[in-house]
């Protein structure tokens, strides 16, 4: 950590802010510039220093040169993460890819969709029980009901689930149905759901705030882990930007910066980091090409009647089957494996 | 509402559109134009028409032209709102200014400063007993100890209390210890939360979302008011943008863009809005010449020995007494009254 | 300037940097922390060094924490600059207001628009006769006729000029009709353009790009300066954010920031700031509250029939005038004066 | 193109608005909704109808639904453009390269470049003599000299050469010496720079500005091709949002946007997209996935002695020469053809 005075600073005051930060067991290193007076501080500090620092009279700025997480830390942890579910390994080899529907209506549709994310070689079922809304008259989610639902679909058609929950107190029925839980970009601060998650028992997908920085984000995964919790898989799902044409900004280079500044797997949503269904083949590629983990990608069978608007973003089911395909041959290319299966398909 | 669809679409699916839309009880008025043909929606739509339309195919666009709120909308409620508090009346003809620090620290800092606050003219004491905070590590405030605290210098110095809740579960007791609940930034969208705000029987200070737009910040008010609670404060903080030398950009705009969509309060927040004490005193002074009904300013005694590092934008108590006397000369140009004490005041 | 490098360098590697570093006749000062090693380069340094040590091998981050712009930093030029053209102080202690309509379209336009602006109180005619237009098709402005009828226009009517010019081939033209010549947004990082303002021997009016930091803006102020015209006004003119509701986000923090870093005067713009008519008069008021030196603001006689879109934020004339009768009381508690006439205004 | 007003609007100001709009030739459609009525407007408009409408009393809102570009349109122009120089296809089926040095310093330094650009598989040569800078006092690149170096060295080891082009004095020089002009970030909306090039006679390389929507981008396209030039290339080359971490955020997702909206070569640009180095390689694949037509890359030999600071996104001879050798691979998986010489490469 670094604190920048200007050099009008008294010597006394100098002398009184080495003092307060010694205080806190760390050293102080003092060298005088032109135009600014550097102090460096060695050694590991209280993070509280930092925020002392910031405030006190005379100093112009403080620079946290260490990062505020650790347990996130690719120094902490310098091998990949890979998280073991039922057989399905995420992080290691394997291109991992989650598909199905925004939110599961009935029991039918989510077992259809599921036997056809099945077939085109997916490993995950995914599906919202509980959606978030802006607004209080949109379509919720028909809650407890579509975890059931999904959890025989996926029971039925050998896949994982994953689903969203969106407050602590539903974060254990989450965790009794689902075998992935899902923290939606609007809650990846709702630190009491963060803090209930550390301990739920279950891995879980930590999708990206959509204004948050890369360091927010993992200081985010990092509650998790600090409450005891080592299955945490990022997710890049689009920034807000300026530009309005697709719903969001999908960062790619999020992919290849978070692997490098971090251990834990990171998977792409090219549905909402697009919002619109003629993009998400090439950026599900472009998300491969980049080195991701893994894909969560919408898929629909009738969007015409579907609930919710984000429709607009699914795949049909022959697209979802084709770009699999693709990705077969792509990902060995990329480092990854990934197989279809080699019987026709009945989509 | 509005659906946009090319020209090359078939009379065949056109009219597939249509009937789907009529089935929702409106009418469907198709205008031919020479690239485009335009369907316009005639009635009020189920929310979910529009979220079904912009997913068919053959559809381009689909563009609201009505608010997809109700109740916070200026349209519904031509006049202000005016919440009454013991006395105080926030969206009126008063300037309502909340003063204190970031953390509620030890009954004696909490009595001192509620002294000076009201020493100084304002009416509210803010302070923080439960902390958002970006990484684990940092400090997250002294909980409930501190809400009654704050409760007690609030009583004793005659001025209402406002603090943050953060989870729906702390929502009773903050409710039961302050006159005012706070919404953080980063729970705008947090939906849970908002519903139990609603059934609260507390006033609500709704901050806007660091990248909310208008639209999401009315939205989420509605979340309260649809709950049953008329007592909604919309609070402009600052948002995100690419400028890192102010830790926000304060959008001034927002309040009389805010006053002019709704009817409900706004409130101003230079200090979270700039992260710099500097800025705190001209852009306190600009949010009342563009219309604000109040503001919400943070204040610390001894921001050397501060347990946040939000003291950086904490004004000193003189800053704090200066800056209100030239409130009062200020208000009554902006069409408000706003009153210090006459005695000399002891700082 | 401060360098940053990782522990895991080489001692080897530091002494190379270092050495590096030194033959460019500054001092390198190494401070070993525990998890980074910081390098304090002590000295004016010249500024290519900060961009070799940002690509060499090792070295993680490069912070400058002197300013890159000289002429244009408060510490440079401590007291405020106060540009006067024939009588008219810019920057001082009076309240200046530039007003017109955003093209020049015909003599009698120009000159009925030049008569209300000045019997508003004005000191100051606004007019393109140049316009930047997004799309080729667009009316681009009636070119050098309209110079000369917004120069006629301010003579008869005795008010100063302002206008835009949007290219170097057309600086001499303009500073030979114009008082005041205008940088557009798009036009803040035009460079040839800079330099040659920096020669043409009239102020400049430079209005900050709608993405650019505060930094950058000043660098691009320096440009001017350092081709010798000492004579520049910085115009915050609203920045690109996620919010479409307004045209821009009018940033009035950037007054008294640039006040701060600067001693240049700093002229505020809510008409293109916000885009909307509805807004320009509290955004007026707020940027006078926040230490504008002045303001620019579009007024139209007759926007039914103006020829560019810009219309859409004008004020109509009666709206203008009340504006500045209500700045002539709110000046004198913003620290400056202002004078409307005292005559009964013809409108 | 739709205008919008509120039902409040008196039949009277209705009918002016129809017959104003009338007046220009097209029809008014008028739809009375529950909230608000809909003006179509049927026919191809004068883009200054939009303008005034846009301002008109009553009017609320102007959508436009019809693209304000032609040209650069898809549907005026269904084919993909290919442009050829010298035997090299830009937006065909060949994958296309340029690599080389953010600016040319010596003869010896381009020449070395030009080799290994070459031995590597590239098709074009890339190199900066005219640079623009943040700040006055950086590196401004050596100007003409520099062209003939590159020129030089391009004809020797059989590349095309990019340069680029800061203003439009400058058009006819770069243009007698470079195969390509480039237009940097800065300056996509430098009108006059755009309509010069309209008659320059080389193809162009347009840089989307770093805060410019697509629909601005290409209408920045529009303004050449509307000049006489056909031969234009669009680049994508990073947006500024809020992540500081990278210098910019490389919108992929802009790459199939373009080539739907436009039939124009789409160029990517990881090098100043991201801004450093190690993230080069992960984006250049995932550009290509995106469907990029070809990149354009930094590559410089001894970024500790360059002369800008560009160097860290640089990549190393060697590092470009793999990269390419695992395009070789990807290209034919994203539907385009590469090929590297077989020879054994002397890096």
Known sequence: MIAITSNTIS???LQEIVAHIEKHGVKAHVSRGTDRTVIGII????????????????????IKISKSYKLASREFHPDDTVIEIKGVKIGGDELVVMGGPCAVESPEQIDEIARL???SGAQ???????????GPYSFQGIGV??????????KKHGLLTITEVMTPEYVDVC???????QVGTRNMQNFDLLRKLGTCGKPVLLKRGFSATYDEFLNAAEYILAGGNPNVMLCERGIRTFETYTRNTLDLAAIPVLKQLSHLPVISDPS????????????????VAAGADGLIIEMHTDPDNSMTGDGVQSLFPDQFANLLQDLE??????????????????I
């Open 272 to 287: 909402h980091g697009t919002g619109r269904r003629e993009l998400v083949v090439p950026m599900t590629k472009a998300s």
């Open 145 to 154: 009901e579509g975890l059931v639902m999904m959890a025989e679909a996926g």
């Open 43 to 62: 050694g590991k500090a209280d993070p509280k220093l930092a925020e002392q620092l910031r405030q006190m009279k005379g100093i112009e700025n403080v």
């Open 11 to 13: 010597d006394e005051r």
């Open 175 to 181: 965790a009794e149905y689902a075998d992935i839980l």
């Open 329 to 346: 041959k792509l990902a060995p290319l990329c480092g990854k494996t990934f197989a279809t299966p080699k019987q026709p398909i009945n």
């Open 124 to 134: 995950v079922l995914r599906g919202g029980a509980f959606k978030p809304r802006t």
């Open 117 to 119: 994310v099945k077939a």
